[in-house]
């Protein structure tokens, strides 16, 4: 990126976090001076634009509240019951936890936005780390199918949209690896084997590495550990595998390798070959200065300081995205939303969802440091006071934008009878069940859940996937007495309900059923087969379809269980 490019970007940021108040007094009314002829908004606000009126008229919602609104302009219906934007396509969701995607509406307006902030981050990253501009970045790109709609437009990922911008093709393009034949094809398997494969040949111009999601990066890099015998005999011989058979992936590849490169391929053998893969990026790629990758779903901020640890990386929102609002968050208890009281029409389903006290939703400016909030948005393309389900702490501000560290996503995991276990508490029930294996040599590396109401009483069963921390075997000797000993810590570590349920036996012993290596992989390509995004994929920490559980379950080396009452 050219350096007057960098500062351009860098003073915009400038400018818009430090009117950070105007900036959103605008965006909001903009999106009222268009959109309140709309038969969602006139509904409530009966054609007025006042900032007040809509914050004590308009609901907090969800995405059911508004499903009917959007899956009858997905029918085909005029978008203006919504918005009076035109409607460019539909961005579809991961739709991992309820195994169906859901339609978002998408502008013009929304598109660049989006596709902005890989700019504008690109731009910070180059004022903290120099000569970036000397190389390329391996980003490791994948798009999915669009299909077609009723109403006539597609409905994409949110990564296929991305890749298929004005603001991609034109200029970051230009600095990744791979040829935008490959990344655009629709061979999940054919792309990044090309994309690897020249990713290594082209390993010393690559100064940065990345995928859009953060989740796609460990399936790479197994993907990698499948496949690296085929990528150097390629290298060494200088003809593409046979296997590699579609045309948007074999052509571009035949101008890289045009000569047999042994030289190379000796180099990276010994690499390959090592047991532990321990800090196989910096071998594979010495020149590489940093990792790039997306670890939330949600476009509304960028790290300004991506140089710190990862666990003090926090987000500056950009109060041009959007028009946010923060309802307050009981501190104790992040998962639990305060009761909102709206003196006017109110959503009385999505109100009663919010527990714990009444307050106040707040304006972005007007969050606390310390504080704990859940983000509320509206936007041009329809949705107005939408509740995201992103809990996060204010951890400081840039110039007048807060910034914040994403808590987690409200949702319940796990439900049995009267007991809730959300995810947050089951991951950090299982991190503290972790500690058991660490002796062992085991890794945790894949983990997912369901409530067996069938038994009686209900219990909870986890799945666990494991491997030898210094070692690719799949071959394990489960200890009984340590596995046990891990369904007892993950159950110590549950909240106040549960455990007072087990002791009353309300609730049966926990189980871990450890399955076979391998075994979340197929999980993945069973969501990818009914909608989910490969890149958007993440791993549903509670599985509630059938035939997900039935795969995870056909695949178990040992079952274990919690012995005992708890104390």
């Known amino acids: ?53 809509f914050k004590k008229y308009v609901p907090v919602v969800t ?54 902030i890989p700019m504008l981050m690109e731009a910070v990253v180059h004022k903290h780390i120099e000569g970036l501009d000397k190389g390329k970045g391996m980003y490791l790109l ?19 949209s991305y890749l298929s911008s004005p603001t991609f093709k034109t200029t970051l393009f230009k600095t990744v690896t791979t040829p935008i034949e490959i990344i655009l094809s629709l061979n999940k398997p054919q792309s990044m084997y090309c994309q690897l494969l020249i990713g290594l040949i ?3 111009e690559v100064l940065r590495i990345g995928t859009i999601f953060a989740s796609t990066f460990p399936n790479c890099i197994k993907f990698l550990q499948d496949h690296w015998k085929d990528i150097c005999s390629d290298i060494r011989t200088g003809h593409l595998s046979d296997w590699i058979t579609e045309p948007d992936c074999r052509t571009p590849m035949l101008s890289f390798l045009l000569e047999p490169n042994s030289e190379l391929a000796d180099l990276l053998e010994p690499i390959f070959k090592n047991e532990s893969w321990e800090g196989i990026i910096t071998k594979l790629w010495p020149k590489a200065k940093y990792i790039d990758a997306i670890v939330t779903e949600a476009c509304f901020g960028i790290n300004m300081e991506p140089l710190n640890k990862p666990w003090d990386v926090s987000y500056t929102f950009l109060p041009n995205m959007a028009y946010f609002e923060f309802i307050p968050v ?38 606390k440091m310390g504080q704990f909030y859940e983000v509320v948005v509206t936007t041009l393309a329809g949705l107005y006071r939408y509740r995201v389900g992103d809990i996060l702490k204010v951890t400081g501000f840039h110039n007048k934008s807060p910034k914040f560290q994403f808590v987690e996503r409200q949702n319940v995991a796990l439900s049995i009878d009267r007991d809730k276990t959300s995810e947050a508490d089951l991951s950090k029930a299982i991190k503290a069940a972790e500690i058991e294996l660490e002796p062992h040599g085991f890794l945790l590396t894949a983990y997912s859940s369901f409530a067996d109401t069938w038994s009686i009483p209900g219990r909870y069963i986890l799945f666990w996937e494991l491997k030898l ?27 106040f309900t549960y455990r007072l349920y087990r002791k009353m036996n309300l609730i049966g012993p926990l189980e871990i059923r450890v399955v076979k290596f391998g075994a979340f992989d197929e999980l993945m390509n069973f969501f ?40």
């Not at 639990?336 to 972005?364: C, M, P, R, T, Y």
Request: aromatic share 6%.
């Open 469 to 495: 921390r210094d070692s690719n075997t799949d071959r394990l000797k489960l200890d009984s007495n340590t596995m046990e000993q891990c369904c007892r810590r993950v159950e110590e570590s549950l909240d």
């Open 1 to 53: 990126m050219e350096k007057s490019r960098i500062e351009y970007l860098l003073k915009k940021i400038e400018e818009q976090t430090s009117n950070a108040g105007e900036e959103q007094e605008k965006i909001l009314e903009n999106i009222l001076k268009r959109n309140a002829e709309t038969d969602y908004l006139n509904k409530f606000l009966h054609g007025q634009t006042d900032k007040q009126l």
């Open 330 to 367: 009981d501190k104790e208890s992040p998962q639990k939303a305060q009761k909102l009281h709206f003196n006017g029409v109110s959503n009385e389903e999505s109100i009663e969802k919010l527990e714990n006290g009444s307050a106040q939703i707040v304006d972005l400016v007007d969050v």
């Open 528 to 567: 990818v087969s009914r909608g989910a995004a490969p890149l958007q994929y993440k791993t549903p920490c509670c599985l509630k379809i059938k035939e997900a559980i039935e795969i995870l379950d056909s695949r178990v080396v040992g079952k274990f269980f919690s012995n005992g009452n708890l104390a």
């Open 142 to 160: 994948f798009s999915n199918p669009d299909f077609d709609t009723p109403s006539g437009l597609k409905a994409r990922m949110f990564s296929s």
């Open 202 to 204: 082209r390993r010393h």
């Open 63 to 116: 995405y059911e509240d508004i499903k009917s609104y959007i899956d009858r302009i997905v029918d085909g219906e005029p978008p203006n019951i919504l918005t009076t934007e035109t409607i460019t396509e539909f961005i579809l969701s991961s739709g991992t936890s309820g195994g169906e995607p859901k339609y978002v509406l998408s502008t013009a307006d929304c598109s660049q936005k989006r596709a902005s």
